[in-house]
């Protein structure tokens, strides 16, 4: 936490950039629209934490002014449902990446949504492993390149699917491309009271791009745009 007054505004820890991720990278899209939702809804900094776990999209709470938890590969989830367990009070955001979210720490995505845990897991998915090279992850397109993968990957989690089939009470999906919406369902699911899961389709042209012909970043972005439709879902 940067020393003295705290913000009332969420903002970026300026010490701390640039950020680390690639250039184009659409990480950053997701965490400017993160913090527009949370100054939106007037969180306070005081009173949220950020749990995150391993990966391109876990370096996110590196850069975010409030109180963070930088955890274990795919155990973010578990480390969120005990702060919030014993500090019921604070309003706790879970910030994943694919693999955390759909691999490695994916029985612990399906028993939080079954929980219907209350806190909101942002999921920056850019359909690959960005930090250890570009190999296929769990939502890698079936249709889609990678390191190892130069035909065809296997065929992937839809995620919307199964948050939804598990219990959580709110899911949304949608893509850089669509800045305005992203904060809308960002929104939604910070006022949605139990588990809330937002995946942002994020653009990889450094891995998922320079695999599949879209190392350009807005090639990459609209790639996204054309096979992702944006839309949010509730649980009764």
């Known amino acids: 936490m940067i020393q003295g007054k705290k913000p009332a505004l969420f903002r970026f820890r300026e010490e701390r950039l640039p950020t680390l991720w690639c250039k184009g990278c659409g990480n950053h899209i997701v965490l400017t629209s993160l913090l527009a939702a949370l100054n939106k809804l007037k969180y306070d900094p005081e009173k949220t934490v950020i749990v995150s776990g391993i990966g391109c999209a876990s370096r996110a709470s590196f850069y975010i ?4 938890v930088h955890t274990l590969h795919g155990r973010a989830l578990p480390f969120a ?7 019921p ?4 955001i879970v910030i994943m990446g694919d693999g955390d979210a759909a691999s490695i720490g994916g029985n612990h995505l399906i028993h939080a949504a079954r929980r219907n845990l209350d806190v909101t897991t942002l999921c920056f998915n850019n359909l690959t492993y960005g930090m250890t090279g570009g190999q296929f992850s769990a ?3 079936i249709t889609v390149k990678s390191r190892c993968t130069p035909t065809l ?3 992937p989690f839809d995620l919307m699917k199964l948050v939804m089939a598990a219990g959580a009470s709110y899911a949304a999906r ?3 491309s ?3 919406r992203l904060i809308l369902y960002l929104v939604n699911a910070l006022s949605n009271p139990g588990f809330s899961f937002v995946e942002a389709l994020a653009s990889c042209p450094t891995h998922f791009g320079r695999h599949n012909n879209l ?3 807005m090639d990459n972005i609209r790639w996204l745009e054309t096979n992702f439709e944006p839309g949010e879902w509730r649980n009764p």
Do not use: F
């Not at 449902?81 to 500090?87: E, H």
């Open 139 to 141: 939502t890698t397109p």
């Open 65 to 68: 002014d409030c109180d963070t």
């Open 178 to 180: 669509h800045t305005e």
């Open 215 to 217: 190392d350009a970043p």
């Open 153 to 155: 990957s296997e065929k």
């Open 174 to 176: 949608v893509t850089v």
């Open 81 to 87: 449902a005990g702060i919030k367990a014993t500090r």
């Open 89 to 92: 009070d604070l309003s706790v």
